[in-house]
């Protein structure tokens, strides 16, 4: 169960025939996305578990879940985007019902990241899943 911004993405996957590619787009989602202010990079919006600096801070609107984030790594603030249109606009019970691996794993991203990047992408994960799990 994803967003249709995340189909958008699964469907710019398909026509990219390398891993190389995939990985540049990853980078562009997160040159596109804007910079986090620096006022909301503390430490309750820092994710621990993460090789590079992540802060995720969440929002939560009449139910609806949405954050905005942040990392040092180009690789890492594109994971963000990445999750940002996987998650953002889905109400609580649905940002739960969400199988992150395998929604990430249909953009092939489970077999090409380092596992200092994985752990980093799981930890973010929790994070989203423990702050909606929170407000429901």
């Given at each position: 169960m994803a967003s249709a911004a995340f189909e958008e993405i699964v469907e710019d996957f398909e026509f990219f025939e390398d891993w190389e590619d995939r990985y540049r787009h990853v980078i562009e989602q997160g040159k596109a996305m804007p910079p986090l202010d620096e006022a909301l990079k503390v430490p309750a919006t820092k994710v621990d578990g993460c090789a590079s600096q992540v802060w995720l801070h969440p929002q939560i609107e009449n139910g609806v879940f949405h954050f905005e984030g942040d990392s040092d790594a180009m690789?890492?603030?594109?994971?963000?985007?990445?999750?940002?249109?996987?998650?953002?606009g889905l109400t609580l019970k649905e940002v739960?019902?969400?199988?992150?691996?395998?929604?990430?794993?249909?953009?092939?991203?489970?077999?090409?990241l380092s596992a200092q990047r994985s752990n980093g992408l799981r930890a973010m994960i929790e994070r989203i899943r423990d702050t909606a799990a929170a407000q429901v």
């Open positions: 690789i890492v603030k594109g994971l963000i985007a990445v999750l940002r249109k996987l998650y953002n739960l019902a969400v199988d992150a691996r395998a929604e990430m794993g249909r953009l092939g991203l489970n077999d090409h």
